[in-house]
């Protein structure tokens, strides 16, 4: 019997051949949205953050409310989009939806810690809205404390539209804010790499020491606050190291004491 080769299988340690189709990520998609717009569940909205992870400026939050008829083409998860692209479509958003943008500054970063300062911006933005929502969408794992429901949703920016144009408007925000900084302080490179942790960034620390713009509990800020102005930083007490004449006191007072009794 001929058997034909061209059916016969590949080999155990062959590469497999991958579908590109089946890795490529899915675009966000304004399926949740209808879902709630069907059951009569309207305005729905939703808000992302852009900037927790950078050592400088500012956490923004934005929050918007897509139009069903008039949506742009093109969202997506802001991190799939190249610069260009996130600054057409937020010109589009803006034209089309209702918007609105919350920043928490770094000194509130410093008193909250950056998860609540995080939330604390994205609840205001929902607040700023023109019109109240009735159902807030927000990327993440927590959900916001807002009069009406919200659903968190993980990696959300690259799920739900509302959410993946939230992103798309609060990281320009940022951008152009960081933009502006670099401008109040240069040598830093803000308008490059926009505060984010880099090796030029970090060299920049080390050199010029840190600004007003600087997250002051971040480590790096923190090791170049302790180099730059040593006297702002709060000495730590060791409780292990007490001199010969602490002692001392404290033996009088307690010999003192036990003669009283």
């Given at each position: 019997?001929?058997?034909?080769?061209?059916?016969?299988?590949?080999?155990?340690?062959?590469?497999?051949?991958?579908?590109?189709?089946?890795?490529?990520?899915?675009?966000?998609?304004?399926?949740?949205?209808?879902?709630?717009?069907?059951?009569?569940?309207?305005?729905?909205?939703?808000?992302?953050?852009?900037?927790?992870?950078?050592?400088?400026?500012?956490?923004?939050?934005?929050?918007?409310?897509?139009?069903?008829?008039?949506?742009?083409?093109?969202?997506?998860?802001?991190?799939?989009?190249?610069?260009?692209?996130?600054?057409?479509?937020?010109?589009?958003?803006?034209?089309?939806?209702?918007?609105?943008?919350?920043?928490?500054?770094?000194?509130?970063?410093?008193?909250?810690?950056?998860?609540?300062?995080?939330?604390?911006?994205?609840?205001?933005?929902?607040?700023?809205?023109?019109?109240?929502?009735?159902?807030?969408?927000?990327?993440?794992?927590?959900?916001?404390?807002?009069?009406?429901?919200?659903?968190?949703?993980?990696?959300?920016?690259?799920?739900?539209?509302?959410?993946?144009?939230?992103?798309?408007?609060?990281?320009?925000?940022?951008?152009?804010?960081?933009?502006?900084?670099?401008?109040?302080?240069?040598?830093?490179?803000?308008?490059?790499?926009?505060?984010?942790g880099v090796p030029e960034h970090l060299d920049a620390l080390n050199r010029l020491g840190p600004t007003v713009h600087h997250r002051s509990f971040f480590a790096p800020v923190a090791a170049a606050r302790a180099k730059h102005m040593p006297w702002t930083v709060e000495p730590v007490q060791d409780l292990f190291s007490v001199t010969e004449l602490e002692v001392q006191a404290e033996a009088s007072v307690e010999i003192e004491a036990?003669?009283?009794?």
């Amino acid at each position: 019997m001929i058997r034909d080769k061209s059916t016969k299988k590949p080999a155990k340690d062959a590469p497999k051949q991958v579908d590109a189709k089946k890795i490529a990520p899915a675009k966000a998609s304004f399926r949740r949205e209808r879902a709630l717009i069907k059951r009569g569940i309207w305005p729905v909205a939703g808000c992302d953050e852009a900037g927790r992870g950078p050592l400088a400026g500012p956490v923004v939050a934005a929050a918007v409310i897509l139009d069903p008829d008039r949506i742009p083409r093109g969202i997506d998860d802001s991190k799939r989009l190249t610069a260009e692209a996130r600054e057409k479509l937020f010109d589009r958003i803006c034209a089309t939806a209702q918007v609105s943008v919350a920043v928490a500054s770094p000194s509130r970063i410093d008193r909250d810690n950056i998860l609540r300062a995080s939330l604390w911006a994205l609840k205001r933005a929902v607040v700023a809205l023109p019109e109240a929502p009735r159902h807030v969408f927000v990327d993440g794992r927590d959900r916001l404390d807002t009069s009406c429901d919200c659903e968190a949703v993980i990696g959300g920016d690259g799920i739900v539209l509302s959410i993946a144009a939230a992103s798309i408007v609060a990281k320009v925000t940022r951008d152009r804010l960081m933009c502006a900084l670099a401008q109040d302080c240069p040598g830093y490179g803000f308008e490059q790499h926009k505060g984010y942790g880099v090796p030029e960034h970090l060299d920049a620390l080390n050199r010029l020491g840190p600004t007003v713009h600087h997250r002051s509990f971040f480590a790096p800020v923190a090791a170049a606050r302790a180099k730059h102005m040593p006297w702002t930083v709060e000495p730590v007490q060791d409780l292990f190291s007490v001199t010969e004449l602490e002692v001392q006191a404290e033996a009088s007072v307690e010999i003192e004491a036990s003669a009283n009794l």
